[in-house]
């Protein structure tokens, strides 16, 4: 079987409430448009020449989805969690990017501002130079069971 090579990306948030943990990781999945797809969690590296695309791509239900994220599911009414993920870009098209992700207690900027630091010391380890970095990061305070995810979705 010839896997193919995704050549698009695009970043999705979600955050949701659930009678149990995984009731509230689906509606966070489903907050983020990727809940009717079966997703395929990768490491960290985003293809050379790999366009970004601007908000969602409508992905088919039940497809397999090439997918890295962040999540966290908690139980403690009042806390609030966060997620968030962000991609290292090269200058060079040609080069592959970097994908970190991160979550966490605590607020989105502060998570975020964590995920992206750690995309940017991958990518200096990597002796590649950064074109830029886009991320994403989303938040929830906890009423009962409360879950958040950030992904970088990868799509042909």
């Known amino acids: 079987m010839m896997v193919k090579t995704p050549t698009k990306f695009f970043l999705v948030a979600g955050k949701s409430e659930g009678s ?22 990768m490491s960290s590296i985003l293809p050379p020449n790999c366009e970004y695309i601007e908000g969602k791509i409508k992905l088919p239900p039940g ?33 592959a990017g970097l994908i970190m992700e991160y979550s966490a207690r605590g607020h989105k900027e502060d998570i975020e501002r964590i995920v992206r630091s750690m995309a940017e010391e991958g990518f200096k380890k990597r002796g590649r ?10 938040e929830h305070t906890v009423e009962r069971t409360g879950a958040v995810f950030a992904a970088v979705v990868l799509w042909y």
């Open 20 to 41: 149990m943990p995984l009731n509230a990781f689906d509606g966070a999945l489903l907050d983020a448009g990727v809940g009717d797809t079966n997703l395929v969690k």
């Open 129 to 138: 130079k950064l074109k830029e970095i886009k991320s994403i990061s989303v």
């Open 63 to 95: 497809s397999l989805v090439p997918i890295a994220y962040a999540s966290i599911v908690d139980h403690i009414p009042g806390e609030k969690i966060a997620a968030a993920v962000a991609v290292a870009i090269p200058e060079d098209p040609n080069e």
